[in-house]
C-alpha cells in the first residue's frame, strides 16, 4: 500500500526530510548536470528533488492513482498529475530524464512500472531510481517514507532493470546519517564519513540506467541455385479427346474444354471452341 501525498509531504517538512531532500537533490544534479533542452519527469513523490531541475526545456510531475496528487509547483501553473503507474498517459520517447522517487518499493508490479518507464524514455534517455538500501538503517525507520515497501539491494535492482530492458549505467548512495530527528543537523557530517567508512550501509541507493536501442540487421541466407526446368511435363501416350460423362463435350489431356459437331456421343450442332477454364 503507498503512503498518502500528504504524509509524503509531512515528512518532506520535517528537519529530518528536509537534510534528507538536500543529500538526495545533491546526487541528482551532480548525475545530471546541465539538463537544459531535456525533457523530465519525476515518478513517484519526485517534486521535492524537481525544484533543482526547473531548467529543464520541460518538467512534469506523475503520481501514482494510490498515492494522490498535489498542485506542483506552489504559486505557479501545475505541472503535477495523477496516473496509472502501468499504463503512464504519455506518448512514447517522449521524456530525456526520469526520476524516480517513493516510486518502485510500494509498487504492486515494480517491472510493469519500468517497462513503462522505458516506453517513454527517449532513445539514449536515462532514469534514475532511487530506492530504499536493504542494508541500511532507513529501510526499517517506519518514521519516515523509505521505511515502508520493498527495500533492495544493489544487484536486486541492476538485474530488475536489466529485465526491463534498460542497462545499468552507473550507481551511487545517499543518506549515512542514522534516521533520528536530532542528526538532521550533521547529515553532512554522516555524509562525509560513512561513504568512506560504512559506505555499504547507506540509507538509499541511486541506480542511473540508460535505454539503449539497437538496429535490427536482416537475417542473411545463403542463395538457392536455379535450375531450368522444363515448361510441360511429359504425358503418357493416350487419347487425345476423352469424353465427358455429362455429354456436355470432350476434354483434352491439356484440360482444355472442347465443344464440336460431330464429336461426343450426342453428335449435336456446331459449336465454337471455349477459352480453356481455369
Excluded at 530488475?160 to 550533521?186: C, D, F, I, K
Excluded at 561513504?195 to 540509507?203: N, T
Excluded at 460423362?245 to 464440336?260: I, M
Amino acid at each position: 500500500m503507498r503512503r498518502d501525498v500528504l504524509e509524503l509531504r509531512r515528512f518532506y517538512a520535517t528537519p529530518l526530510g528536509r537534510a534528507a531532500r538536500a543529500m538526495i537533490g545533491r546526487k541528482v544534479e551532480d548525475g545530471w548536470g546541465d539538463v537544459r533542452a531535456l525533457d523530465v519527469l519525476g515518478l513517484g513523490y519526485a517534486t521535492p528533488f524537481l525544484d533543482g531541475l526547473d531548467r529543464a526545456r520541460r518538467v512534469v510531475a506523475a503520481m501514482p492513482a494510490a498515492q494522490g496528487v498535489e498542485s506542483w509547483p506552489q504559486g505557479s501553473r501545475n505541472r503535477a498529475c495523477l496516473v496509472d503507474e502501468t499504463q503512464l498517459a504519455f506518448p512514447n520517447a517522449l521524456f530525456d530524464r526520469i526520476l524516480v522517487v517513493h516510486g518502485l518499493e510500494e509498487s504492486v508490479d515494480p517491472l510493469a512500472l519500468l517497462r513503462e518507464i522505458w516506453r517513454v524514455l527517449a532513445p539514449s534517455g536515462r532514469v534514475m531510481i532511487v530506492a530504499a538500501s536493504r542494508l541500511g538503517l532507513w529501510s526499517d525507520a517506519e518514521n519516515t517514507p523509505f521505511g515502508h515497501g520493498r527495500p533492495f539491494t544493489r544487484s536486486q535492482l541492476e538485474e530488475l532493470v536489466r529485465e526491463a530492458a534498460l542497462e545499468p549505467l552507473a550507481w551511487s548512495r545517499a543518506l549515512y546519517a542514522p534516521p533520528l530527528a536530532w542528526t538532521a543537523g550533521w547529515a553532512e557530517g554522516f555524509e562525509q564519513i560513512g561513504s568512506r567508512l560504512w559506505a555499504p550501509f547507506s540509507g538509499l541507493i541511486l541506480l542511473e540506467a540508460v535505454k539503449q536501442t539497437w538496429a535490427v540487421k536482416p537475417r542473411l541466407s545463403p542463395a538457392r541455385a536455379r535450375r531450368a526446368a522444363p515448361a510441360l511435363k511429359p504425358a503418357a501416350a493416350g487419347p487425345l479427346f476423352t469424353p465427358q460423362a455429362n455429354g456436355g463435350g470432350v476434354s483434352d489431356r491439356l484440360g482444355w474444354r472442347l465443344e464440336s459437331a460431330g464429336v461426343g456421343p450426342n453428335n449435336g450442332p456446331a459449336s465454337p471452341i471455349r477459352r480453356p477454364d481455369r
